[in-house]
């Protein structure tokens, strides 16, 4: 999950210890993310309401692929 973060918090513009992020705990880390990632509230709701840890990972991976992805198709493109 780390991997895909670096590049959200980048575009997101925040600051991370990533020495720090490594060692903690999957949900101090998962719950620590939904609260300081700019997620929409639908979002953090369907996080909240989760049945586990599982799922919550799983979620959180995709709201970050979903907006790396969208920043992608929004790049600058090349004109010829």
Not at 7 to 36: C, K, S
Not at 59 to 70: K, N, P, S, Y
């Amino acid at each position: 999950m780390l991997s895909g973060l670096k590049g959200y918090f980048e575009l997101q513009n925040i600051a991370a210890d990533w020495d720090a992020l490594h060692q903690t705990p999957d949900e101090r880390l998962i719950t620590t993310l939904a609260m300081v990632c700019p997620f929409d509230p639908a979002e953090k709701q369907v996080l909240l309401e989760s049945p586990d840890i599982a799922q919550q990972c799983k979620l959180l991976i995709g709201f970050i692929e979903t907006t790396l992805r969208a920043d992608n198709d929004n790049g600058p493109s090349s004109v010829n």
